[in-house]
């Protein structure tokens, strides 16, 4: 099994950054890839971030430019580099990990954390 803590939430003002910051334990060689989504308000939870070993990264659309995803597969961590940070982004930002069948103790399903807030104040 996997579990995942992230860390790095916050209040920030519009136009600042923050780091996300996501470690994964448990069975970390059954995980294919990592990444981020969020929900804001009244929302579906959306990607935001994913790196992936076989499909590499791909980014939100209303995050590329501003923000960049770092996944270390050994240390099985991710983090998230947000810059120019809008009110927008104000959400819950969950950690995620994508397990695979890599072998008999490994499952193909999500695991997600216990979230970490984010409020960007205008």
């Known amino acids: 099994h996997v579990q995942l803590v992230e860390s790095g939430g916050g209040l920030v003002q519009a136009g600042g950054s923050l780091r996300l910051s996501c470690a994964a334990s448990g069975d970390t060689q059954c995980i294919r890839g990592m990444g981020w989504y969020r929900q804001q308000s009244g929302k579906e939870r959306e990607l935001v971030a994913i790196?992936?070993?076989?499909?590499?990264?791909n980014y939100a659309d209303s995050v590329k430019g501003r923000f960049t995803i770092s996944r270390d597969h050994a240390k099985g961590t991710v983090d998230l580099q947000m810059n120019s940070l809008e009110p927008e982004d104000t959400a819950i930002y969950y950690c995620?990990?994508?397990?695979?069948?890599?072998?008999?103790?490994?499952?193909?399903?999500?695991?997600w954390g216990q979230g970490t807030q984010v409020t960007v104040s205008s």
């Open positions: 790196s992936d070993s076989g499909t590499g990264t």
């Open positions: 995620t990990a994508a397990g695979d069948w890599y072998g008999i103790e490994c499952y193909k399903r999500d695991y």
